[in-house]
């Protein structure tokens, strides 16, 4: 009783990736093949079309461990599936935009999961991610939700651009609040206390957005259940964060050179410095 | 066994028994290795002293320029020893740097060799955040660099390989593994304590290695090469495997491979290594 009514709980909060796609393009999306938990619609932003992935909760997944919106296996492969069939077909003109509307609990923890090779199902929808960037496509990463650990490394973390709306749902950090606390051995309000005096270690989208890593912070958006003018809103930053993409090299570089990153993001930047100093001998 | 056999075997230098720093120097060719970002340049972890934690002055992570059979190449040696192999902002940043400052040789018709030598837990969770971020970049190199040469990495052991580092080990092109490696997304430790100890017993070694120890890898094909713990053999591994030049097609962008593979398997039914390599075995990977 108590497990189910929690996991209804988990699943209502973790609704957010279907509730943005829907929003964003006026469709459920389409399941993608392979895979009850990845959604794809293609919609107008802006002026031109572009593909919205989001991975979705499903109580009934056929692998156990991820029915919270966790990415595991056919997540991974699937993602990595359509963003390949967004790259295939741009081989002529304009590189269509690739939206990944991110709400990832985690990446799924499981006997299974392991030894079917889930570091290999991650790591193909990052490549793919990247080669569509490395193509020439905007990859827009919109944080919705959780942005959690591996699994924001498999959808999301390879994008040109991360967005993020402004709401206390949204969280980026390299472990769910619970498990990091178990494997620091600290409590979470431990652990909630070390986030505000060390932004790396914060959960909040506030301390993250310290780190330069982020385009934009979307402010002034009720995201658990948005107007048509909210949408619009969201709508215009991925319009201008494609055309900023597009403007730009198609490396992770921006990342080091906001305001925010040549402060908090110091260290990054020396040491690439130094090692370019150091790289031919001399 | 013969006479031959035996001196070989007594003169075996052990490679998992060596240090970041010599493990790289294993494996250039003679006289080659010059480091770069060494301990004396002092680029220190910031976050771990405000934590009370003492930083290594090299922050675990040797990087060496320096031949492999005459041509210019880079190694990343992650020292297993230090925080568990973690990666931390400045870890990161060294083999992400290392990385593309490679690829940017690449591109002006000036190949370097890349090898990562991967011994590590992942993120380290003292800098969380910004680790995190320095493996989506190391990611997205190793990704561009593909594309000009192939990146060759090596699991020997006993850290291991996990978290988002696994991802690193899945993209290279080539992954060269010892029997005692170790190469998961999750480890053992943390299944067992998000999913419950009848998901997983981190405590039985034996079957944690045979679900996710390099002889299964290599067996299933999740990994390429499986070699004895001997820094001779694992240094001309690593040589033939830039021989060997780019694969058919990375094993991260065999997408119709894995697909129907995973949709052959029911997760209703029962499945352990042995079973795995009944269904994966035999198939070369490349």
Same mark, same amino acid.
């Given at each position: 009783?108590?497990?189910?009514?929690?996991?209804?709980?988990?699943?209502?909060?973790?609704g957010?990736?279907?509730l943005?796609?829907?929003?964003?393009?006026?469709?459920?999306?389409?399941?993608?093949?392979?895979?009850?938990?990845?959604?794809?619609?293609?919609?107008?932003?802006?002026l031109?079309?572009a593909?919205f992935?989001?991975?979705v909760?499903?109580?009934?997944?056929?692998?156990?461990?991820?029915?919270?919106?966790?990415?595991?296996?056919?997540?991974?492969?699937?993602?990595?599936?359509?963003?390949?069939?967004?790259?295939?077909?741009?081989?002529?003109?304009?590189?269509?935009?690739?939206?990944?509307?991110?709400?990832?609990?985690?990446?799924?923890y499981?006997?299974?999961e392991?030894?079917?090779?889930?570091?290999?199902?991650?790591? /193909?929808? +990052? *490549? &793919?991610? @990247?080669s569509? $960037?490395?193509? #020439?496509?905007?990859?827009?990463a919109l944080?919705?939700?959780?942005a959690?650990?591996?699994?924001?490394?498999?959808?999301?973390?390879?994008?040109?651009?991360?967005?993020?709306?402004?709401?206390?749902?949204?969280?980026?950090?390299?472990?769910?609040?619970q498990?990091a606390?178990?494997?620091?051995?600290?409590?979470?309000?431990?652990?909630?206390?070390?986030?505000?005096?060390?932004?790396?270690?914060?959960y909040d989208?506030?301390?993250?957005?310290?780190?330069?890593?982020?385009?934009?912070?979307?402010?002034?958006?009720?995201?658990?259940?948005?107007?048509?003018?909210?949408?619009?809103?969201?709508?215009e930053?991925?319009?201008? /964060?494609? +055309? *900023? &993409?597009? @403007?730009?090299? $198609?490396?992770? #570089?921006?990342?080091?050179?906001?305001?925010?990153?040549?402060?908090?993001?110091?260290?990054?930047?020396?040491?690439?410095?130094?090692?370019?100093?150091?790289?031919?001998?001399? | 066994?013969?006479?031959?056999?035996?001196?070989?075997?007594?003169?075996?230098?052990?490679?998992?028994?060596l240090?970041a720093?010599?493990?790289?120097?294993?494996?250039?060719d003679?006289?080659?290795?010059?480091?770069?970002?060494?301990?004396?340049e002092?680029l220190?972890?910031?976050?771990?002293p405000?934590q009370?934690?003492?930083?290594?002055?090299?922050?675990?992570?040797?990087l060496?320029?320096?031949t492999?059979?005459?041509r210019?190449a880079?190694?990343?040696?992650?020292?297993?020893?230090?925080?568990?192999?973690?990666m931390?902002?400045?870890?990161?940043?060294?083999?992400?740097?290392?990385?593309?400052?490679?690829?940017?040789?690449?591109?002006?018709?000036?190949?370097?060799?890349?090898?990562?030598?991967?011994?590590?837990?992942?993120?380290?969770?003292?800098e969380?955040?910004?680790?995190?971020?320095?493996?989506?970049?190391?990611?997205?190199a190793?990704?561009?660099l593909?594309?000009?040469?192939?990146?060759?990495g090596?699991?020997?052991g006993?850290?291991?390989?996990?978290?988002?580092?696994?991802?690193?080990?899945?993209?290279?092109?080539?992954?060269?593994?010892?029997?005692?490696?170790?190469?998961?997304?999750?480890?053992?430790?943390?299944?067992?304590?998000?999913?419950g100890?009848?998901?997983?017993?981190?405590?039985?070694?034996?079957?944690?290695?045979?679900?996710?120890?390099?002889?299964?890898?290599?067996a299933?094909?999740?990994?390429?090469?499986?070699?004895e713990?001997?820094?001779?053999?694992?240094?001309?591994?690593?040589?033939?495997a830039?021989?060997?030049?780019?694969?058919?097609?990375?094993?991260?962008?065999?997408?119709?491979?894995?697909?129907?593979?995973?949709?052959?398997?029911?997760?209703?039914?029962?499945?352990d290594?042995?079973?795995?390599?009944?269904?994966?075995?035999?198939?070369?990977?490349?």
């Amino acid at each position: 009783m108590n497990a189910q009514t929690s996991m209804n709980a988990q699943t209502s909060a973790s609704g957010r990736g279907a509730l943005w796609l829907q929003a964003l393009t006026g469709q459920t999306g389409m399941l993608a093949e392979g895979a009850t938990t990845v959604r794809v619609a293609t919609a107008l932003l802006g002026l031109e079309p572009a593909t919205f992935i989001a991975v979705v909760p499903d109580p009934h997944n056929r692998f156990p461990r991820a029915r919270q919106g966790e990415v595991g296996l056919d997540e991974g492969w699937s993602i990595a599936d359509q963003v390949r069939r967004v790259i295939a077909e741009g081989d002529s003109g304009l590189r269509r935009p690739i939206v990944c509307v991110v709400d990832v609990t985690s990446q799924a923890y499981g006997r299974r999961e392991e030894l079917l090779g889930i570091h290999l199902a991650c790591a /193909a929808a +990052a *490549d &793919a991610y @990247a080669s569509a $960037r490395l193509a #020439g496509h905007p990859v827009i990463a919109l944080l919705v939700g959780k942005a959690m650990s591996g699994a924001f490394l498999a959808h999301g973390y390879q994008a040109n651009r991360i967005l993020a709306l402004d709401s206390p749902e949204v969280m980026v950090h390299a472990m769910g609040k619970q498990a990091a606390a178990r494997v620091t051995r600290r409590t979470v309000s431990e652990l909630e206390q070390l986030g505000t005096r060390f932004a790396p270690m914060a959960y909040d989208i506030h301390a993250y957005a310290t780190l330069g890593l982020l385009h934009q912070l979307i402010q002034g958006v009720n995201s658990d259940a948005p107007d048509s003018a909210d949408v619009q809103r969201v709508r215009e930053f991925l319009v201008s /964060a494609v +055309a *900023d &993409a597009r @403007a730009g090299p $198609r490396d992770l #570089g921006v990342r080091l050179s906001s305001p925010a990153a040549q402060r908090l993001r110091a260290a990054s930047i020396e040491v690439r410095r130094r090692l370019r100093e150091q790289w031919d001998a001399g | 066994m013969t006479a031959a056999d035996g001196r070989r075997l007594l003169s075996r230098q052990s490679f998992i028994e060596l240090r970041a720093r010599e493990r790289a120097r294993a494996l250039l060719d003679d006289g080659s290795f010059r480091e770069l970002l060494g301990p004396f340049e002092r680029l220190k972890s910031p976050w771990l002293p405000l934590q009370d934690i003492v930083a290594q002055a090299d922050d675990g992570v040797v990087l060496a320029r320096g031949t492999l059979d005459g041509r210019p190449a880079v190694v990343a040696a992650i020292e297993g020893a230090y925080q568990g192999g973690s990666m931390g902002e400045v870890s990161g940043a060294k083999i992400a740097g290392a990385l593309e400052l490679a690829l940017r040789d690449c591109e002006q018709g000036r190949p370097v060799l890349p090898v990562l030598l991967l011994e590590t837990g992942g993120v380290r969770l003292q800098e969380a955040n910004l680790g995190l971020a320095a493996i989506a970049e190391i990611h997205s190199a190793i990704v561009a660099l593909r594309r000009h040469v192939p990146v060759v990495g090596v699991v020997a052991g006993m850290v291991g390989c996990f978290g988002g580092m696994s991802l690193a080990a899945a993209l290279c092109s080539w992954l060269i593994v010892t029997r005692q490696a170790r190469l998961g997304m999750n480890g053992p430790e943390v299944i067992e304590q998000e999913a419950g100890i009848g998901e997983m017993d981190a405590s039985d070694r034996a079957q944690v290695w045979k679900l996710i120890g390099g002889e299964q890898r290599q067996a299933v094909g999740l990994a390429d090469e499986l070699l004895e713990d001997d820094a001779d053999a694992i240094a001309a591994a690593v040589r033939a495997a830039f021989s060997r030049g780019l694969p058919a097609q990375e094993r991260s962008a065999q997408v119709q491979r894995y697909r129907s593979r995973l949709a052959a398997i029911d997760p209703q039914q029962p499945l352990d290594g042995a079973g795995l390599r009944e269904r994966w075995g035999s198939v070369s990977t490349q």
